[in-house]
Nanobody, 126 residues
Framework: VQLQASGGGLVQAGGSLKLTCAAS????????GGWFRQVPGKEREFVAA??????????RYAESVKGRFTISRDNAKNTVHLQMDSLKPEDTAVYYCAVTQILWAYVDSPRQYTNWGQGTQVTVSS
């Protein structure tokens, strides 16, 4: 599966952005989808994940984004979205989408993901 992330940009604190991850070349509905972010000098950090439809399309969020970010998927269009509201300067990072077929229990670990998209920069100004 190949992934293409888009939707990043510059936004003021309190604003919103919607990231999209488009998948191609595989059976997308067999994969859990995840979003991670990374700032220079730090490890890649889990943001959110959504399970494959066969697992109920359940979602999981990092505590830092819970209540502000919403992950969703459109299996007909092979896309995963991350709606980011009430953005804060500390949300500034390069955001990456990824997919995996591992057990749902491990979806917050970047090491468990097999396919990654290129990053998209999100910058939140104060």
């Amino acid at each position: 599966v190949q992934l293409q992330a888009s939707g990043g940009g510059l936004v003021q604190a309190g604003g919103s952005l919607k990231l999209t991850c488009a998948a191609s070349g595989g059976t997308f509905r067999n994969f859990h989808g995840g979003w991670f972010r990374q700032v220079p000098g730090k490890e890649r950090e889990f943001v959110a994940a959504i399970s494959r439809p066969g697992y109920g399309s359940v979602s999981r969020y990092a505590e830092s984004v819970k209540g502000r970010f919403t992950i969703s998927r459109d299996n007909a269009k092979n896309t995963v979205h991350l709606q980011m509201d009430s953005l804060k300067p500390e949300d500034t990072a390069v955001y990456y989408c990824a997919v995996t077929q591992i057990l749902w229990a491990y979806v917050d670990s970047p090491r468990q993901y097999t396919n990654w998209g290129q990053g998209t920069q999100v910058t939140v100004s104060s």
